[in-house]
Structures are given as C-alpha cells and as structure tokens.
C-alpha cells in the first residue's frame, strides 16, 4: 500500500476522515432506514456508503503505529469466513437466503477491518473518545424513543408493526420500538450500545452512579419488553457494578456518611409510610388480564357482551385467567420452549453436516421446509448466536472464532492489575456480547454485532499500556 500513500497521501486529511467517522457512527442503529436508493439487486445508503469509503480512504494515510499481527489474523479471519461461505454457497439448496447472509459477512468483515484502521490512525485515546461521546448520545436518543413508543403506543409503522392488531390489547410488551420491529433487536442495540459506553471510557469505574443510572435503564425496558436474557445481563452488570465499587463507595463518601445515612433513611421512610401503585406487569396481573375479557354469545342472530365479572363471580379470578390462557396458547409454544428446540435442531444440523455446516442461512431453509427433528411452529431462525455459526459454517469458522475472544480475553487477563476494575467490566462486556446475541432471531445480519467485536478486541489490548486516560 506505499505507493498509494505516495501517490495520493496529500489527499488525506485526518479531521475530515474524523468528522465521517462520527457521521458513520451516528447512523449504525439507524441503517438503511436513513435515504435509501434502491438501483437493482442492492440498497444504496449513506451508512452502508461511508462504510466502504471510509476503509478504502483510510488507505491513503499511514497509521500511527505498527499493527499488530493478532489484529492481522482477525481481519484475515473475517475475510476467510466471507470466502468460505462464497464457495459453499455455490452447493447450498436455497441461494437467496443464503446470497443475502453472504452480503453481512462480507460487511461485518469491512466493519471489522474498518474500526482497526481507525484505531490505529485516530489514536486510540481519540477513538474511544469519540465512540464515548456519541455512544451515550446514541443511547439517551433510544432511550427518548422507547419512553415515547412504549407509553403513547404511537409507534414507526415496520415490517411487522401490524402485528399488534393481532395481539390482546394487554400484550403491549410486544411492541416494536424505533424501527426495529421486533423488541429484541431494539434490546440488542440498546445493551450493545451500553457495552460501547462501558469500555470506551476506562475511568468510568470512577462515575458509579453514571453506571447505575445506565443499568437501571437498562433493568426497566428489560421488564417491559419482557426480554429473560436482557434481566440476566443486568444483573451481570449490577454484580459487576457492585464488585468494583465497594471500595470506592467506602473511601469516597466515608466524609459524607451523614448525608448519605440521612438521604436513605429517608427513603425507606416514604417507602413504609406511603403505600405504593402498581400496574398491570409489576402485580396482579391476573386481574388487568381478566378485565380484558369480553365473553360474547349470539342471541336472536346479535352479538351480546357481557363482563368478564360473572365468570370470576363462579369461577375466580386464578382460574379464569389460567383457562383463557390456555385457550390462547392451544396449538401453541412458549418462547422458551420454542428457543430449546431451535437449539436441538442446531445441534441435529451441524451432526448432519458431519461439523462442516449446513452453509449460509440455510438453518432457516431446513426449519421452512420441516427437515429437522423437533417443532418449533413458523419460527425458522436461530435466536441463538453461537449456534447460528457452528450449524451454518461448522467448527470450521466456529473454533477460530471462539479462539479470538479466548486469546484477547487472556491476552488482558495478563496485565489486569493495570487496571482491575476495567478489567472486571470488561470481562462482564464479554459475557454480555454472547448474551445479547441470542436476543435477536439472527444476529449475524445486525451491525451492532460487527461493531462490537473489533470493539470488544481492541478495549482487551489497552490493559497493556498503564497509562489508560
């Protein structure tokens, strides 16, 4: 690449590369959603524009510092994955599944690539500046959004909006939030974005309350969009939160003990005195769910309704709620059953592809086409992260794969006492990235999963230098 920095080096200029990398940054959650032209067979958008500009103008520049050669073999990975899964689709039934899985990878390779050279040519105190910055302006932009939509029901109309016309009106923890349509890519965004946050700032272990605040927020629409696996990385975070900051809170307001004795004295004090409201999906929610029944007969060829109140009257509340429940679900699945088939099946497919995958995307064509053992109703996606790749590419891509996060995570292990507490959180991130990336039904078509990864990789090698501010 020297002689194209030799011959068009003059043509870089570091604030304008730094100002598009912003603008890049700013549109991720938003993707294709923002001025979208169609010409053919593929979308052209502004995110997916500077995507491909940003890496080929990065080349003009000569970064800062030698990279690394385990940067190298992760880039040269991704790469290797987009090629493997080229030439197995040349063999797979179902082509466009698999074409269009074949477009993310070849993306999640250029994100990946892309974050490393602006490391490496930013500085990395400028880079985790920047995704500090506006990662917390990302995050506070969702945050307004999902207040908005989940509590005036006024949502952006999707693919699958339309489905809450099918749903109970009590259901509402179905609701899509910001263009996502479904509530657990609106989570995956969310925690993955508090991940950003969370490992671009390595003093944030010195702002415990900022942390809170975040987890908190975190906890709420984790409750409301029902979403098991987001309360299990709350909770991750809190333990990690409180792990790191007992020595801090002791130190830091053993001065201030008064105010602080007085502040939550008070507040017990309102909590046993005041008596508090709950609302349908904190308590009781047998009683709202039963409100919202409507029994109807026909009499003389007209529909009449009648309340809900006779049938608790004979019945009770308990058992009609549980029987309607059961109507409901008649010839149907719950979620969790539904995810452990998915996994079952997974694991049927790659044995059937004796552990070289079934190739890209076709996890969902066997599903479509009732090939595998265990029902899991119109659902055809993995929802699963780490089995989506060993089903679809095999141990193939799926060893090496798990070897990078192992050898960075190890790589900081080794110099964790140059800063523990980020150390810790860092550790929690990790587990965090595997968690939400069996929230979505796909994770390998969502961006926030290539950012994260060469973010996650990077924020391992600064536990090398010292110095972290």
């Known amino acids: 690449m020297n002689w194209i920095q030799n011959k068009l080096g003059n ?67 991704f790469f290797l994955w987009v090629m493997y899964g080229m030439f197995f689709s040349l063999f797979v039934v179902e082509k466009s599944y698999a074409y269009y899985e074949i477009r993310s990878l070849i993306l999640m390779s250029v994100t990946v690539w892309l974050l490393f050279r602006v490391k490496y040519l930013l500085g990395a105190k400028s880079f985790f500046e920047i995704l500090h ?54 989570m995956s965004y969310f925690f993955g974005l508090a991940i950003i946050i969370f490992l671009s700032d390595f003093r944030l272990n010195d702002k415990p309350f900022k942390i809170l605040l975040i987890i908190l927020t975190l906890f709420f629409f984790s409750v409301v969009a029902d979403s098991t696996l987001g309360k299990i990385a709350v909770f991750l975070l809190f333990l990690s939160l409180t792990i790191n900051n007992i020595t801090y809170i002791t130190i830091s307001y053993k001065k201030n003990f008064m105010w602080i004795a007085i502040v939550v004295l008070s507040v017990i004090y309102c909590v046993v005195t005041k008596p508090l409201y709950y609302g349908p999906i904190w308590k009781n929610g047998d009683h709202y769910f039963v409100k919202s029944i409507n ?11 009648y309340s809900s109140d006779t049938l608790v009257k004979y019945f009770g509340e308990e058992n009609v709620a549980l029987s309607f429940r059961n109507y409901q679900m008649s010839n149907k699945m719950y979620s969790s059953d539904i995810r452990e088939n ?25 599903h ?15 929802h ?6 060993l089903s679809q590419y095999g141990l193939p891509i799926f060893i090496p794969y798990i070897f990078i996060f192992i050898f960075y995570w190890f790589k ?21 990235f595997f968690i939400i990336s069996n929230m979505p039904s796909a994770f390998l078509i969502l961006n926030i999963g290539w950012i994260l990864i060469p973010i996650l990789l990077i924020s391992s090698s600064q536990l090398l230098k010292k110095s972290n501010g």
Not at 295 to 305: R, W
Not at 358 to 364: D, E, I
Request: net charge positive.
């Open 133 to 186: 910055r506006f990662s917390i302006f990302l995050f506070i932009t969702l945050t307004i959004f999902a207040f908005f939509e989940f509590f005036t029901g006024i949502h952006f109309t999707g693919q699958y909006t339309e489905k809450l016309w099918n749903l109970p009106v009590e259901m509402f923890t179905y609701a899509p939030v910001f263009l996502y349509d479904n509530p657990n890519n609106f």
């Open 368 to 382: 479509q086409q009732k090939l595998v053992p265990f029902p899991t109703t119109t659902v055809d996606s993995p």
């Open 11 to 77: 043509y870089f200029n570091k604030n304008v590369f730094r100002t598009l990398f912003i603008i890049w940054f700013l549109l991720f959650p938003f993707d294709a959603n923002v001025l979208p032209f169609p010409i053919g067979f593929i979308t052209i958008y502004p995110h997916l524009f500077l995507t491909f500009f940003l890496l080929g103008y990065s080349f003009l520049s000569t970064p800062k510092e030698q990279i690394e050669k385990s940067y190298k073999f992760t880039i040269g990975f």
């Open 342 to 366: 998915l996994l079952k099946n997974g694991w049927y497919l790659t044995k059937l592809s004796n552990f070289i995958g079934v190739g890209p995307a076709q996890f969902r064509w066997y």
């Open 412 to 432: 900081s292990f080794r110099n964790r006492r140059n800063n523990l507490n980020y150390f810790i959180f860092m550790t929690i991130c990790y587990l965090l």
């Open 295 to 305: 029994p109807v007969k026909i009499e003389n060829n007209k529909m009449v309704f």
């Open 384 to 389: 699963d992260g780490l089995m989506e790749i």
